[in-house]
Nanobody, 113 residues
Framework: QVQLVESGGGLVQPGGSLRLSCAAS????????MGWYRQAPGKQREWVAS???????YYEDSVKGRFTISRDNAKDMVYLQMNSLKPEDTGVYYC???????WGQGTQVTVSS
């Protein structure tokens, strides 16, 4: 059974940083591409970043240069380091295995002064 558990969200001031973590289970983690998505209030869920099984990185334009996705295959974890946060980064952040339909419960990120 696939399970995804996100953590690390919180309230941060504009310009601040947060590091999100996602623990995956029920899959051969190292063989799977992973992604981070977010959903702002009243908006559709959108893709933010992804990392392939080979470690190739991809970012949505608005987060390039500010966010860094990484993975630790020994721990079955994927991370999202978020720097220079802006109010428009506010939302619930989810991780996802690209080849699967399951979602975790998400972690709330609020950027506000």
């Amino acid at each position: 059974q696939v399970q995804l558990v996100e953590s690390g969200g919180g309230l941060v001031q504009p310009g601040g940083s947060l590091r999100l973590s996602c623990a995956a289970s029920g899959i051969i983690f190292s063989a799977n591409a992973m992604g981070w998505y977010r959903q702002a209030p009243g908006k559709q869920r959108e893709w933010v970043a992804s990392i392939s099984s080979a470690g190739n990185l991809y970012y949505e334009d608005s987060v390039k240069g500010r966010f860094t996705i990484s993975r630790d295959n020994a721990k079955d974890m994927v991370y999202l380091q978020m720097n220079s946060l802006k109010p428009e980064d506010t939302g619930v952040y989810y991780c996802k295995i690209f080849s699967r339909l399951e979602w975790g419960q998400g972690t709330q990120v609020t950027v506000s002064s």
